[in-house]
């Protein structure tokens, strides 16, 4: 077995420079790397491009290395929760590509499949299709227009899993999964920070999402909030 | 008039047994607590679920469970989660039926905006865009006029687009209203107590009428 | 939930004619769906398209389909196993498409997924690249040829699983898995024959291999031999 | 002279600590055997396996658990499993560090032929296509000549190809012999016994002979 733990989030992104391109894993608030993105203020690096399907709420997620103006650029499909982004966007100090949540997955995903491009009719005849490579295809029976997406290959991955394990492998619990194994990948280094560390051969092995060979580092975070974005319950009867 | 939830109940009557659904956020989420019993369908969450269940009683919340709009959300019996990937995999291949979203502006050849107002509201197209790609069967739930009492079935919508030639009706708190396949609306039914001709002053895009205009049933 | 159970092989094969192409999962006679290839020999439709990794051996797997001379054409990577087989083959009566292992697994992938095409690097510049699109793209820092490659649509698709639920999910069992989740989601129509039905809710929701969107119908195999194409064991010291 | 196994034995040699190496059908197989302790690699199978083990004990044989050879295997502590399309994604991906295959010509700018002999032998490429398109590191265990005498290092291949310009290392039962980035072998090395003229002899491609030519290190 390959060894892949680290012994600490600082330890792990050691290397993260400034101007990297990074992906990060998360659904809103849902499944971030928690004490990856506190390292990652902690540190100070800027002018990092994150690629990452939402900037996190004012002070916590994402929106916290927005607001020590760490971000040069995000490529993001929804921004929505988020006023500090919203006025950075405007005022034109932080660069957004908004594209198509499907796009942002397969464009990931490609990476680690190691696909150079994909085809997706995400976007066709709008403002995203703009300078990008256009082609028809039959699918399912109809003829319709593609775009030409190119894999992501940012310098970092970091994700948070549930469990993990020294080779690397990892599993997500439920709606934390969302984009965390697209994410960890795509990586040129991958980090992934587990809420539990468990001894290899625990994990079942055909039912690891991640296995070890897309991640680099791995280590057991700290301590982690979870906080909920829209707690929506209904009453007992 | 249709008030909110009203518009849910007219749109839960589009959803047949068998389906796979995706709902949208906003009145798009109210569908599911009209499905009438017996009809059994599975809802889809793009960031990750099949077979998503009701809110959770309070206290039975889990940041680990949300919906695409980031509320807390529940499981049912043989529902399954998957990565992004494979959740945009199986709307691009189709194998959801019917997507039921909101929208800002449609227009009479199906177009539809729902993402961006430049210099104002850029919130990102989200799923929204790989959603009205390629599912098979859209529905659009919206109000008819927005808040200045500009129609927002229009010719050519004026914002930026999501997706072209892809939404097949439009439910609104006034009118049921089709996309014909050769371009123009299509007046299918009233709400009640709303006539006709408002729903004509309402629609900027051409609007065909013919013949007796029924009311909704809506329960 | 959606109910996708039928009785048996026959009534989900029921609509399966002559002429069709049908992808079948297994890699080797490992995760083959044994049931289903049984209710084919049985019905006796004839001049299909297989697309299979494997063609089986002599006496089982896609093997009892082809003494019976129900295969028109196969589409496999690797066919080394079967005397029957490359003399139908030699002889011309039956059309092999030869292609990469990896380039079948991705084309099926493809289907599930809706991508129309895809971008493989396998096969270029041998006799697998004639009459296909070649596209030079830069992807890991080196810049090289791949091919592009079409989504399989078959009629059916036919797999194995270990366990399954009405719903149509399936979980697979170690290296049974294989091809067969990529051959399931490609199925215009997807029969599933599973080892064991469980009920709806017993499997973890984010422990499935196939979420059941993509099967249409599900059934309990009656047995299953399980045979074992290269016994090799080492001896207790 | 090597054996097969003293042929793996010197594959051995060149895996590297944390390293993931995909091994071929026959002698490749054998290199598992003689990992130095200490080591720490993985084993890639293509039917879907991380950290593959030894043979299984008599009577432990499990139908679901073969390698790409088909032949029954074990899982080592912290392996994976997953489907055909996440193991071929992660060997375009590079993510394999190593993979050693057989051959059955190698020509001197690096093309290989192992899938096919027209008319004759059609078994099918399986993942070798895949393989040697995409590894950063390729070496081939194979003989220097086949079973008629000629030599297998050739100028270009006569047998339909697998792959161009793919290869970097042959370890033959003669010698270890690499491929220069701009085309012509060239030898490293000599198996034990083994004269540089009886090398030159068996290899029909150029072969560049650069001053005193070492004994292999096996052991």
Not at chain 2, 59 to 82: H, R, Y
Request: contains cysteine.
């Amino acid at each position: 077995m390959i060894n892949k733990t680290v012994k600490s989030a600082e330890e792990a992104i050691k290397d993260l420079h400034d101007g990297m391109t990074i992906a990060l894993g998360g659904f809103g608030l849902c499944g971030i790397p928690e004490n990856c993105i506190a390292a990652l203020v902690k540190k100070g690096v800027k002018n990092l491009t994150c690629i990452s399907n939402n900037a996190g709420v004012d002070d916590f997620g994402l929106g916290l290395l927005l607001q020590g103006k760490q971000i040069k650029k995000m490529i993001s499909s929804y921004v929505g929760e988020n006023a500090e982004f919203e006025r950075q966007m405007l005022s034109g100090e932080l660069i957004v590509d908004l594209i198509p949540q499907g796009t942002l997955a397969t464009r990931l995903m490609a990476a680690g499949y190691g696909m150079p491009a994909i085809f997706t009719p995400a976007g066709v005849g709008t403002e995203v299709a703009e300078g990008k490579e256009v082609r028809r295809f039959k699918y399912n029976g109809v003829e319709k227009d593609y775009l030409m997406e190119y894999a992501f290959e940012p310098d970092f991955a970091i994700v948070k899993a549930w469990k993990g394990d020294a080779a690397g492998n990892l599993v997500f619990r439920l709606t934390a999964r969302n984009f965390s194994p697209l994410v960890a990948m795509s990586g040129k280094i991958t980090v992934a920070e587990v809420e539990q560390m468990v001894e290899p051969g625990e994990l079942q092995a055909d039912q690891i999402h991640v296995p070890g060979i897309y991640v680099h580092r791995i280590f057991q975070g700290q301590k982690y909030e979870k906080r909920i974005e829209q707690r929506t319950v209904r009453k007992k009867m | 008039m249709l008030d909110k939830n009203a518009i849910a109940k007219r749109i839960a009557r589009e959803v047949k047994d068998g389906m796979y659904v995706n709902l949208g956020i906003g009145i798009p989420t109210l569908v599911a607590n009209y499905i009438p019993k017996g009809i059994n369908v599975e809802l889809q969450s793009e960031n990750g679920i099949l077979g998503m269940g009701p809110f959770p009683f309070e206290g039975e919340e889990d940041p680990d469970l949300i919906n695409a709009g980031k509320q807390t959300v529940t499981l049912l019996p043989g529902s399954s989660i998957f990565d992004s990937a494979m959740s945009f995999g199986m709307i691009r291949a189709q194998k959801v039926d019917l997507t039921i979203l909101g929208a800002m502006e449609v227009s009479e050849n199906g177009d539809i905006a729902n993402w961006k107002i430049p210099g104002k509201m850029v919130k990102g197209m989200g799923g929204a865009m790989d959603l009205v790609a390629s599912a098979k069967n859209i529905i659009v739930a919206m109000q008819h006029v927005n808040k200045a009492g500009e129609s927002k079935l229009l010719p050519k919508c004026s914002l930026p687009i999501t997706g072209l030639r892809c939404i097949k009706r439009i439910v609104t708190e006034l009118a049921v209203v089709d996309v014909l396949p050769q371009g123009g609306f299509k007046l299918i039914e009233r709400a009640p107590g709303v006539s006709v001709e408002e729903i004509i002053k309402a629609t900027a895009g051409k609007l065909l009428v013919e013949g007796d205009i029924p009311e909704m049933v809506i329960d």
